[in-house]
């Protein structure tokens, strides 16, 4: 291993980045064995609260680490740094026809542009944030006791995963860490393999993404043997050789952009594995049965999130002059694979009973609006001439841009509504432990099992809780305003582009009407399952004894929300930075108009269109999404709080208006709830049903195919040489008839026929 | 001086008859015996191939097989005393314990 620094654009990368990787990696054995050796003792416990102490000092400096790699870059604009860390294969050998010496070298090394900067930081900070949470949530169940270990443990190595999949410089290396989340990510979906529905769903989730995987390996075979030749001294996937400009012009010139779309294909299919959209969404709802901060982390804020980079980072190669035109199919795929994804996972998410199964089917969708807007972004970067046309140039970076902000606000936000779902759920244990034992403590001693025939997870069971969680209500309500897009806070700025966007390129190519209108679409059903959500939570008149029990106590919990709420309101300060300019175009700088006429900029571009057409687009999403779908969950689930219940006044008038609403509009719709659609969603349209009943037949007949072939063909061979040379020896044991004449006879003839061959030789 | 010829000739019927005996005789002692009949026979030619060409090799294999056969035959006769003992017969046609 031989460390050098090797630099494109003359910015390196500091090498202490290194440390943002290998911090958490070494916590991970050390978690493991001091978990091993300790578990149960009262320091390691107390203290330490099982590892989440020394998990969380080693967050913090892979967050300073982080934030000082970022502070160094932000101001930056040149395309991006690269540096090697180190050579990981290398060598060298002497070319047979010409005589020399041809050198081959793998490297890792880091890459830092705009999108690393965003989501470097999404990752470290949430990393840190949920592993705060981990500690209130994980460690105050019973349940956990002396495992929580394993449960950091395999944390800490997840956010190496992550961080080293954002700061990696090839897609080599970015596959390798991807692997390792989806390792992590199984074993912590399975973090209570004692129950069977969780030993399911981490296997779901590991051979669901699987599939995508596979797919993705031959997507990078293809890439790395169409760049192989174009690589002086090896590595075929780093990004430095995969974005140049010279590279792609030698491929076009080559007329192999037809295989390097196909590449690109099949490298997006291991995205959509990886985030879960239509047709590999099956396993996400059913990760869910991980603990709460796993799905906060992993299957919310930064893994599922992994496949949208991997898109992103084909950006440079849709966007570059060689290709022009070469791969819109694919970006309409991408945008198709986003529209279909959104709306029908915002569909199943109208019937979820399940607190946690609403908000996995809004990430689903909200992951797949990112999509959409990618797949808008990469096919304006791929048809536009936005290289010499200062226009073009804005539309392509803005649409991209917004796409990444998307991601952002969507991290933030869905981190912190899993944190606040798990909060609900977390008091909601409590609550019920300390009904049941206040009212039947003589049945039952046992704390674990009463609580397995009350669903803690469950709305049907929660209302009225404005009162009771206040911080969690305030997050629950800042997260999901910021996803249904909320003007002026969140989601809103990002949203509104993507949905624009994706208009924008419908008017040039009508194939994208169609994921077009489901994302406008999907943005009312967002407004109405994001309020369902909160209504049925927090409003109303409490649903259970339970619930009417609950109190915001558990320490360490409340702090990360604390934390998430100014971040997601904040996300105008960000908006009107130009955080779409800077994410889209790694030539901008932060704010370069200025907060205030950057604010003014943004506002006018947002409410005041000059195109009638995008300013009456804006309307009809804000229509949708804020009006009809939020009504509608009014109607149907607002109600005042119990009597005596006070909100905090930040919370009153949205629970007063969704009483009012309720109380002039109510409407029954317990004949559309018991309807085909509804039981058609109630089975998530039944893809599950399919994909069993798919893999039964295909995989059964298979297996049944493979066992004859077993049998017959492998089995029998060898069977077939076993009674092969018994029946052979039991015929040549004939021979042997005991007799001493039959000897003679046979010495005779054998000497005869020695003689006679030695006479014909001679 | 007899012709090497013809005791050629009578070594090779000596041969024949001491292998016939050998195949069809079912007392093991008339076997052994047969066994020394083609043995000799061997002798014999050495010695008419060593008159003929006049060298002396041929003698020194005859005096040498004459003593191993000796030593087969005391051997021999051990083993049928042996298979006496435990059979109670020398017929060849009743020991066939190493069949199949």
Redesign the interface.
């Known amino acids: 291993m031989s460390a050098e620094t090797v630099s494109g654009t003359g910015l390196e990368v500091p090498s202490f980045a290194l440390l943002i990787i290998l911090l958490p990696m070494l916590a991970f054995p050390v978690i493991l064995l001091l978990g091993r050796l300790f578990n149960g003792k009262e320091w390691w416990r107390g203290t330490l609260k099982e590892g989440g102490l020394i998990a969380l000092p080693v967050m913090a400096a892979s967050l300073i680490a982080s934030l000082a790699i970022i502070r160094r870059f932000l101001g930056e604009t040149s395309a991006s740094a690269t540096s090697t860390v180190m050579h990981w294969v290398n060598f060298a050998w002497q070319d047979a026809a010409t005589g020399e010496i041809q050198l081959f070298s793998m490297n890792f090394g880091f890459y830092v542009d705009h999108t690393t900067v965003m989501l470097l930081f999404v990752a470290s900070f949430l990393c840190l944030l949920i592993n705060i949470f981990s500690i209130g949530y994980m460690n105050t169940d019973p349940v956990n006791d002396n495992r929580n270990h394993r449960f950091y443990a395999e944390f800490v190595l997840f956010c190496s995963g992550m961080l080293g999949m954002v700061l990696s410089d090839s897609f080599l290396w970015l596959f390798i860490f991807w692997e390792l989340m989806g390792l992590c990510s199984y074993l912590l979906i399975g973090f209570y393999y004692e129950r069977p529905s969780a030993a399911y769903a981490a296997k779901k989730a590991f051979l669901t993404t699987r599939v995508g995987d596979v797919f993705l390996v031959i997507g990078l075979a293809m890439l790395w043997n169409l760049f192989q030749p174009h690589a002086v001294g090896g590595d075929a996937l780093a990004y430095s050789v995969v974005f140049d400009g010279a590279n792609l012009q030698a491929i076009a010139d080559a007329g192999k952009s037809g295989a390097l779309q196909l590449a690109l294909g099949f490298m997006f299919i291991g995205a959509v594995g990886k985030s879960a959209q239509f047709p590999l969404h099956v396993w996400l709802p059913d990760a869910m049965e991980g603990p709460t901060p796993v799905s906060a982390l992993i299957h919310a804020a930064t893994m599922v999130n992994a496949g949208l980079y991997l898109v992103a980072r084909m950006f440079p190669i849709f966007g570059a002059e060689a290709m022009h035109g070469a791969f819109t199919d694919l970006a309409f795929l991408i945008a198709l694979v986003g529209g279909i994804t959104a709306c029908m996972a915002a569909l199943i998410a109208f019937v979820q009973m399940d607190l946690k199964k609403v908000l996995a089917y809004s990430t689903m969708s909200q992951l797949a609006y990112i999509f959409t807007g990618l797949g808008a972004a990469l096919w304006l970067a791929n048809s536009l001439d936005w290289h010499h046309d200062d226009a073009a140039h804005t539309i392509v970076v803005v649409a991209f841009g917004a796409a990444l902000f998307h991601l952002f606000n969507h991290a933030m936000a869905k981190g912190m509504l899993f944190m606040a779902s798990g909060s609900v759920i977390h008091e909601m244990h409590h609550a019920h432990h300390d009904v049941h034992h206040h009212h039947d403590h003589d049945e039952h001693h046992d704390d674990h099992h009463d609580e397995d025939h009350f669903d803690a997870q469950s709305m049907a069971n929660m209302g009225g809780l404005a009162s009771k969680l206040p911080i969690t209500a305030t997050a629950m309500l800042v997260g999901s305003a910021s996803i249904i897009g909320l003007p002026l806070i969140g989601g809103f700025w990002s949203k509104e582009g993507i949905i624009a966007n994706t208009w924008r390129v419908a008017l040039e190519d009508p194939r994208f009407f169609l994921p077009a209108i489901l994302v406008l679409v999907t943005a009312g059903m967002t407004g109405f399952y994001m309020s369902r959500m909160w209504f049925m939570t927090f409003a109303g008149k409490p649903k259970s004894e339970v619930a009417a029990h609950v109190h915001e106590q558990t320490p360490w919990i409340p702090v990360p929300l604390l934390v998430l709420i100014p971040m997601s309101l904040s996300a105008i300060v960000f908006a009107s930075l130009e955080a779409t300019h800077y994410l889209g175009d790694t030539g901008s700088h932060l704010g370069e108009m200025g907060l205030l006429d950057g604010f003014l900029y943004e506002m006018e571009h947002a409410f005041a269109n000059h195109d009638p057409f995008f300013l009456v687009l804006t309307y009809i999403a804000i229509g949708l999404s804020l009006v009809v779908g939020p009504m509608a969950a009014m109607a149907l689930y607002g109600g005042q709080l119990a009597d005596g219940e006070v909100a905090k006044p930040w919370l009153k008038p949205f629970v007063s208006l969704s009483a009012r609403v309720n109380k002039r509009h109510r409407f029954d719709n317990a004949a559309l709830a018991e309807g085909s659609l509804a039981t058609a969603l109630q089975e998530r349209l039944y893809f599950d049903a399919w994909y069993d009943a798919a893999c039964e037949k295909l995989v059964a007949g298979f297996s049944n195919l493979a066992a004859v072939f077993d049998r017959r063909v492998v089995d029998g061979a060898i069977k077939g040489i076993e009674s092969g040379s018994q029946s052979t020896s039991r015929q040549v044991?004939?021979l042997?008839?005991?007799?001493?004449?039959d000897y003679?006879?046979m010495a005779?003839l054998g000497t005869l026929l020695i003689a006679l061959v030695l006479w014909g030789v001679a | 001086m007899i012709d090497p010829l013809y005791v050629s000739g009578l070594s090779a019927m000596l041969f024949v008859m001491g292998l016939w005996g050998a195949f069809t005789r079912k007392n093991a002692i008339i076997v052994l015996m047969c066994f020394e009949l083609m043995l000799n026979a061997a002798n014999l030619q050495f010695a008419a191939a060593a008159v003929h060409h006049g060298d002396v090799t041929g003698w020194i294999y005859t005096v040498f097989a004459i003593a191993i056969a000796a030593a087969e035959v005391a051997i021999g006769l051990a083993i049928l005393l042996s298979m006496y003992n435990q059979h109670a017969t020398i017929s060849l046609d009743e020991v066939e314990l190493l069949k199949h």
Request: hydrophobic share 35%; net charge positive; charged share 20%.
């Open positions: 044991r004939s042997t008839t005991g007799s001493a004449r003679i006879m005779a």
